[in-house]
């Protein structure tokens, strides 16, 4: 069955970088694009960036955009999510999540348990 | 910039009720579709449908969705305990881009 586990978390200082990673199992990687989505504590769902099944295209949020770099190594099934410059807004639970579709951004099939984000001094 | 706007912002129904939940795009965008997840309490959100009326797999059928150009309507026909949640909408496929709405609790009355 398909899973994905995100990893990479925890609390971090401002201004300071953290990667997230999210290992996949249960169908085959590289055939699919991804993405990451992110929900601050008790608000809605944000996207945040998604990455082409072939990580040819990169696309990312208004609010990450230049700060933020999402990637694959799909010889190790993992996406990656290299955040720098954290603000203290970019605290949220952090999702991977499986997109169907090659092509425009699709809906999300698939998603991770997430991994928690705290961006505090 | 595309908006999703859900309505209500909290829905209170008892189990067997029917439940029907609103999304709305503040513009027009070609080409696009919605779909809806459910989101429990400290868990990750679920897809239930896409494509307007398309069921996600292992999706009950009291679930069921509609629409047309900028509005979508989630339904649940009746209410099972375990409906309870959060349910968002999103819209995808006209833009490069993923719009959430912000969400609609339905909650036990």
């Known amino acids: 069955q398909v899973q994905l586990v995100e990893s990479g978390g925890g609390v971090v200082q401002p201004g300071r970088s953290l990667r997230l990673s999210c290992v996949a199992s249960?169908?085959?990687?590289?055939?699919?694009?991804m993405h990451w989505v992110r929900q601050a504590p008790g608000k809605g769902l944000e996207w945040v960036a998604v990455?082409?099944?072939?990580?040819?295209?990169?696309l990312y949020a208004d609010s990450v955009k230049g700060r933020f770099t999402i990637s694959r190594d799909d010889s190790k099934n993992t996406l990656y999510l290299q955040m720098n410059s954290l603000r203290d807004e970019d605290t949220a639970m952090y999702y991977c999540?499986?997109?169907?579709?090659?092509?425009?951004?699709?809906?999300?099939?698939?998603w991770g348990q997430g991994i928690l984000v705290t961006v505090s001094s | 910039e595309v908006v999703l706007t859900q309505s209500p912002g909290t829905l209170s129904l008892s189990p067997g009720e029917r439940a029907t939940l609103s999304c709305r795009a503040s513009?027009?965008?070609?080409?696009?579709?919605f779909a809806w997840y459910q989101q429990k309490p400290g868990q990750a959100p679920r897809l239930l449908m896409y494509?307007?009326?398309s069921r996600a797999s292992g999706i009950p059928d009291r679930f069921s969705g509609s629409g047309s150009g900028t509005d979508s309507s989630l339904t649940i026909s009746r209410l099972e305990p375990e409906d309870f949640a959060v349910y968002y909408c999103?819209?995808?496929?006209?833009?490069?881009?993923?719009?959430f709405g912000q969400g609609t609790r339905l909650e036990i009355k």
């Open positions: 999540a499986r997109d169907p579709r090659a092509g425009q951004p699709d809906y999300l099939d698939y």
């Open positions: 249960g169908f085959t990687f590289s055939s699919y694009p």
């Open positions: 990455i082409a099944y072939d990580g040819s295209i990169k």
């Open positions: 513009q027009s965008v070609s080409n696009s579709y």
């Open positions: 494509g307007v009326s």
């Open positions: 999103q819209l995808y496929g006209g833009s490069p881009l993923i719009i």
